[in-house]
């Protein structure tokens, strides 16, 4: 059997899963089992541990529902486990390197120990200095192997489940498993070192647990704070069973039980929670307060003597059974601290009087503010969104709000507000639906039942968000992170096209929000347009009847202060055939307004929609846009045109490496990206297996339906159960392309 049995649940931690496993797979000491447990096949993390699985055997997922929690999973994970010692890692921490090597060279010193404690490093999740928690309670205790008796401050009520590594046959005999709900680490630690007969300790740090940036899912409010006090309860029952009478010396020469030690390790964490405003529901707290004391009450030690300072009024007011004063007291300590809050600032005296005036008032529950790439128009997502909200929810009002001059893009019929203007920060304020592909100003204020929609726009190739914070030239760029992540705060969806935008966005845009699988609604037109949509498209851009129109959609360089379109166009035209022409479509950073026509490369980065450019296209040049991942819905030709990877992944940070999995041939150079096309080699069997493995990763929510999805759940409040499921890729069919030949 392996030494250890290494237990990662993994629910909700999809885009970090990857670093844990690393870490563990990454050890020099390989003896061991690695157990990421999922909640089912083809769930984003489980998808992540069945790669991890075909590529290292060691690798052996095990599923557990979400509803039985972070405990549930544990258990399944220790009902497959095998080894000798078991250790759980949580999905988005890591183990040191080196941890396993430490652990082993321990547990032979110390023998069959029943529990190995160690130190854990706790690290911010993005600013502060790292902390080890643990360090001077695990210094206190004997070098050698020792009784739990023997260090009655030891409870284990204040350690997390994965710092320590238990004997699996102890946990097995003692039929020790972790309770179903909340608070189960505070449970399994007490039971655990109530049952331990010999427990030892290594003074290094093994895990490194990084802090969620959207804190713990302990704090939040909700009659799920019940659960700290079944699982106080639970531990303190046990430890009356034992009857805990054993009596020791502290540093101090003051005799001190066990039970006393438990009792008020256990009640530091009730009263914490009892002290928080906003954990336990406003309605609900009186009836918790009570039970707390009932239970204070009944484990409460013989000459048990409270602690000093406003701890120990706390004990007093609790024990006393005074509610009242002790919300008094919490009140004061709150208002000590508390800094006000001021409104963000509008940029005129009067806007920003009335935009406080608008937020005070209810909200139009039939409002919905829609925006794309900060205000340039009818565009994206958003206008999807828009035009089949109008179909299925017709009795929804929208505003798009647009930049001063943009308004000529909006469709006829189409409200709108010009951003800045007094009445955009009107409907910002009264909206009960906002809905963006980038980002609303850092002045809108989320208000309580307004619904953030966050549709993205893009699958990422790029680093994005705060996975940018390590390359320097973009994160000179981006500006502050803080600021960025407040706007992420506000978002209550967040879409995604497939599992791979799924993980990265929840490593880049770390917060509450609820990701939705549904595909993006602006690539719903591939696959709902017909061979006439295409016809017109082309002839509204000018391409010549017979032509071979090739799309070339360059991405924005960060180290370069202005558009270079790194190809000689007219002579790439000239080397590919006589029937190519160039739909040239510049990132969105430099759309000059107009359209263009030299020869035979037509300038439609000013064409207000790339949905409809990419269908007029037979087939795409791109470098590194993520146009490409919308393209590929077309299943038509895609060539990359990679004359600087090198510098663009140093400098703007990937992914993933494209050049292991493009969705087509790779030119490095103009002359090999004109002969791909004068021979005809840039379609084919070749490309088409490239393409279809490309399809398979990446297209795999887009099915001409992700509109309709998002309506129906967001705007209509329909369950997740009923709205359309995902077409099979097998099943689409998008829309055809103008020269089906060259495809």
């Known amino acids: 059997m392996p030494r250890f049995s ?58 557990s529902p979400p509803s039985a929690g972070a405990g549930g999973a544990r258990n399944a994970g220790m009902r497959a486990a095998t080894g000798t010692y078991l250790l759980f890692l949580d999905g988005d921490d890591v183990l040191v390197p080196g941890a396993l090597t430490e652990l082993s060279a321990r547990l ?131 430890a009356a069973e034992q009857g805990l009478t054993e009596r020791r010396l502290t540093e101090n020469g003051l005799p001190v039980e066990r039970s006393a030690a438990l009792f008020e390790q256990v009640f530091d964490l009730v009263l914490r929670t009892a002290a928080h405003a906003d954990r336990v529901p406003a309605g609900r707290r009186r009836a918790f307060f009570r039970r707390a004391r009932s239970l204070y009450r009944r484990h409460r030690p013989a000459g048990f003597r409270m602690p000093g300072g406003r701890l120990g009024l706390r004990h007093r007011l609790l024990a006393a059974g005074a509610y009242t004063a002790f919300r008094v007291l919490c009140a004061a300590g709150r208002a000590a601290g508390r800094a006000a809050r001021g409104l963000p600032r509008v940029q005129s005296p009067v806007t920003r009087l009335a935009y406080q005036w608008h937020l005070h008032r209810p909200l139009d529950e039939n409002l919905v503010v829609y925006c794309a790439y900060w205000g340039r128009g009818y565009a994206c997502s958003p206008a999807a969104l828009h035009a089949k909200a109008r179909e299925l929810a017709p009795h929804l009002r929208a505003v798009f709000l647009v930049e001063p001059g943009q308004e000529h893009t909006l469709p006829e019929g189409v409200e709108h507000a010009v951003i800045g203007s007094r009445r955009s920060w009107k409907v910002l304020a009264r909206a009960k639906y ?49 600021k960025l992540l407040r706007r ?52 509204e851009l000018g391409v010549p ?71 007029a296209a037979d087939a795409l040049i791109t470098d590194y846009s993520s146009i490409m991942f919308d393209y590929a819905n077309l299943d038509r030709p895609i060539v990359v045109y990679a004359d600087d990877w090198e510098v663009y992944r140093e400098t703007r940070g990937v992914c993933f490496d494209l050049m292991e999995t493009p969705p087509g041939p790779v030119a490095r150079t103009p002359e090999e990206l004109a002969r791909l096309f004068a021979d005809g080699s840039f379609t084919g069997p070749g490309p088409a297996a490239l393409r279809a493995a490309f399809r398979e990763r990446f297209c795999q929510f887009d099915d001409g339906r992700a509109a309709e999805r998002v309506v129906r759940r967001v705007f209509l409040g329909e369950p997740p159960e009923a709205v359309p499921p995902v077409l099979p890729l097998a099943r689409r069919v998008p829309a055809p392309a103008a020269t089906p030949a060259r495809s």
């Open 545 to 615: 009847e017979g032509a071979t129109a090739v799309l070339y959609a360059p991405t924005h360089r960060d180290h370069r202060t202005g558009f270079e379109a790194g190809l000689d166009l007219e002579a790439f035209c000239e080397a590919a055939g006589e029937d190519v022409v160039v739909l040239l479509r510049a990132h969105y950073f430099y759309d000059r307004g107009g359209r263009r026509r030299s020869g035979r490369v037509i300038d439609v980065t000013a064409h207000r929609s790339t949905e409809e450019v990419c269908l």
């Open 488 to 539: 992420v705060d506000r978002w209550d969806y967040n879409l995604s096209s497939n599992r791979h935008s799924t993980e990265m966005w929840e490593r880049a845009f770390p917060g509450a929000y609820e990701g939705l699988e549904y595909g993006y609604p602006r690539n719903d037109v591939y696959y709902t347009a017909r061979a006439d949509d295409v016809a017109r498209v082309r002839r």
């Open 108 to 238: 032979e010193e110390t023998g069959d120990v029943d529990v190995l404690y160690f130190e854990h490093e706790r690290t911010p999740w993005w600013e502060g200095e790292p902390a080890r928690p643990a360090q001077a309670l695990l210094a206190r205790l004997p070098p050698q192997p020792f009784s739990p008796a023997e260090a009655p401050w030891l409870t284990g009520v204040e350690l997390p489940a994965w710092s320590a590594a238990y004997r699996r046959s102890f946990v097995t005999d003692r039929a020790l498993a972790f309770p179903a709900g909340y608070y189960t680490d505070l449970a399994w630690g007490g039971l655990v070192t109530l049952a331990a007969e010999r427990v030892a300790v290594l003074r290094r740090v093994v895990v490194r647990h990084l802090l969620r940036r959207q804190g713990s899912r302990l704090h939040l409010p909700g009659d799920h704070q019940f659960d700290l006090l079944d699982q106080a309860e639970r531990v303190l029952v046990r």
């Open 434 to 482: 906002l809905v963006n592909n980038a980002n609303f100003a850092d002045g809108v204020v989320k208000r309580p039942g307004s619904v953030h929609l966050q549709t993205q726009h893009g699958t990422p190739l790029k680093t994005m968000g705060c996975d940018q914070s390590t390359y320097p030239v973009v994160a000179a760029r981006t500006g502050s992170f803080t």
């Open 6 to 63: 290494i237990i990662v649940p993994s629910y909700g931690v999809a885009g970090r899963l990857a670093q844990a496993l690393d870490s563990v797979l990454a050890q020099s000491f390989g003896d061991f089992e690695l157990i990421p447990v999922c909640e089912a096949p083809g769930a984003p993390a489980a998808d992540v541990a069945a790669r991890y699985a075909r590529r290292d055997s060691r690798v052996a997922p095990a599923h």
